[in-house]
Structures are given as C-alpha cells and as structure tokens.
C-alpha cells in the first residue's frame, strides 16, 4: 500500500494577476520549481476582477506535501492565492451587505468574516454612489467548505449586527420566492 503523501493527486490554484508582461510566467515557476505537473491553465485576460486583476485557475499535479510548498512559494512571491487545493472550499454563496460600510472599515468586516468562519471572501463588488460617507452596498461572493454555508452566514450576521449593517442573503434551495 502506498503512503497518502506520496500519492500524486490533481489540484487546483486560483490565483489574482496584475497585468503585466511575464506575471503568469512567474506564477508558473514556483509551481515548476517545487515539482508540480501543469494539466491546464485558465487565463481570463479580458475578465477583470473588481481589484483589477487577471483571475488565473492553474490545475496541476503533485503530492500532498509538495502543494503545500507549492501554496506558500507562490505566497512569498507575492502572488493573491484566492483558492488552493482540490476541495478546500466547496460551496459558495453570494451575500450582499447595506449600511455605511466603508466608515464602519470595510477591510476589518472582510477580515473577521475570513477569521470567524469558514470562508473566504473570493469576490468583492463595492457601491458608494454618494461617496464614503453615505450609505454604500459591497457584494460579497464567499467560497466555504462543504456543509459550513449556515456556519458562514451566521458569522456574516454576527459581524454585520455589531457595524449596523443590513444583510441581504441568498434564498436556500426550496425556498420560495
């Protein structure tokens, strides 16, 4: 019988790129230089994110140990690693938070929903149409893992109770409209 960490196993890595000339070649090499196999890349150059980057899903193949490396290269290169692994994060939901967000730190509400659940938040799209001192909406999309949707939208609630936030959430499947 094998040992797990030597089986090679398919991953996936979701990565943010600046566009600039030779970003993805450097994405790759820590990849490469860590032993993982390319099995494909998805560039969305003309699909920007709201932070203005180029979403890039790599899936590649290597053993367990050898991703992790592969994982922390990419971070110490300064890379955005929005999702790594096979099924790290397998449900999403989409959320949409009302309220004065921006003066109530929009960066710490992403922060504590990152620690105080399981999720992360993998996009973000924010309204301010009368400036930060007004009221402004911020949509989230969250990626959480298996089974964990009610954890997440309960630390989602928590926070936007505490900042006098009004949470606008998604409807379960079979629930009415």
Known sequence: MSDSTDEV???TVRLELVDEPGEL???LEPIAENGGNLLSIF???????????????????????????IVEALQAADFDVIQ?????????????????????????????IRT????TVTDL???APEGEEDVSS??????????????????VREIADEKDLTVVEPLAAGDAA
Do not use: M, Q
């Open 9 to 11: 196993r398919a991953y």
């Open 116 to 119: 105080s659940s399981d999720a």
């Open 84 to 112: 790594a692994g096979a099924e790290r994060y397998g449900e999403a939901l989409t959320v949409i938070l009302s309220g004065h967000i921006v003066n109530t730190d929009l960066s710490d509400t992403l922060s504590r």
């Open 25 to 27: 070649l450097r994405a």
């Open 138 to 155: 911020a949509r989230l999309r969250l990626a959480t893992e298996p089974g964990k949707v009610e954890n997440t939208l309960t630390a």
């Open 125 to 127: 799209s924010l309204s």
């Open 43 to 69: 560039h969305e150059r003309g699909n920007l994110t709201p932070r203005g980057h180029i979403p890039v899903e790599v899936d590649l193949e290597t053993t367990p140990d050898r991703f992790d490396v």
